[in-house]
Each structure stands twice: as C-alpha cells, then as structure tokens.
C-alpha cells in the first residue's frame, strides 16, 4: 500500500504565498509522475502542475509564472510552491502519484490519490 501525505494548505491574503508539501510512503519501487490537482467548490477536478521522475514539467495556463512545482526524489516528496495568489485560486488541492509497485518479482504501475488540503484565497 502506498500513503499520499498532503500538508501546506490554509487561509491566505491575495497576493500571498502558500508552500504545499506532499510525501508518498509505503511499498514504493519508483515515482514516475508526481502531480497536483484542484477542484474548486462546485468546478471539475483539474491538473494544476505535474512532474516527472525526470524532472519534466506542465502546468495548467492560469498558473504558469506564478506556481512551482518541485520534487525530492530521494524523499519521495513533491512541493507546490504558489505565489501571487488569487480568490480564483480557491480550491481542494489533491496530490496524485504515479508509483511502480513491486509484487513477487514483478512491478505494476498504479495511480494513488492524496485526501485533499484546503487552500482559502479570501481577504
């Protein structure tokens, strides 16, 4: 079983700053894909910034120049680095991963979901 650990959310001015931080523990033999995702209050859940084990990155067109997306391979951890925020920033964040999983002698690819952390953009 692989664990998504989320923390880093809360309450925060516009134009502030938020450092999100996700830790994947458990029976893991490789993260290929690390990622963030948001669904806001009543909107579908969308990819908000993803990386790879290779360190290649995408981000969703609203965060680009203002959001990071970083990661500690020897940790197995991801940070979301998020400045100038805005109240259209707003959401649940969820971390997802891509782990390869060793059972017997063979490895499967599988798709674990962190429980979410709030993120509150409000003056």
């Known amino acids: 079983q692989v664990q998504l650990e989320e923390s880093g959310g809360g309450l925060v001015q516009p134009g502030g700053s938020l450092r999100l931080s996700c830790a994947a523990s458990?029976?893991?033999?490789?993260?290929?894909?690390m990622a963030w995702y948001r669904q806001a209050s009543g909107q579908t859940r969308d990819l908000v910034a993803a990386?790879?084990?290779?360190?290649?990155?995408n981000y969703k067109d609203s965060v680009k120049g203002r959001f990071t997306i970083s990661r500690d391979n020897a940790e197995n951890t991801v940070y979301l680095q998020m400045n100038s925020l805005a109240p259209e920033d707003t959401a649940v964040y969820y971390c997802?991963?891509?782990?390869?999983?060793?059972?017997?002698?063979?490895?499967?690819?599988?798709?674990?979901w962190g429980q979410g952390t709030q993120v509150t953009v409000s003056s």
């Open positions: 990386i790879t084990s290779s360190g290649s990155t």
């Open positions: 997802n991963a891509l782990v390869g999983v060793v059972s017997g002698t063979q490895s499967r690819q599988y798709n674990y």
């Open positions: 458990g029976s893991i033999f490789k993260i290929y894909r």
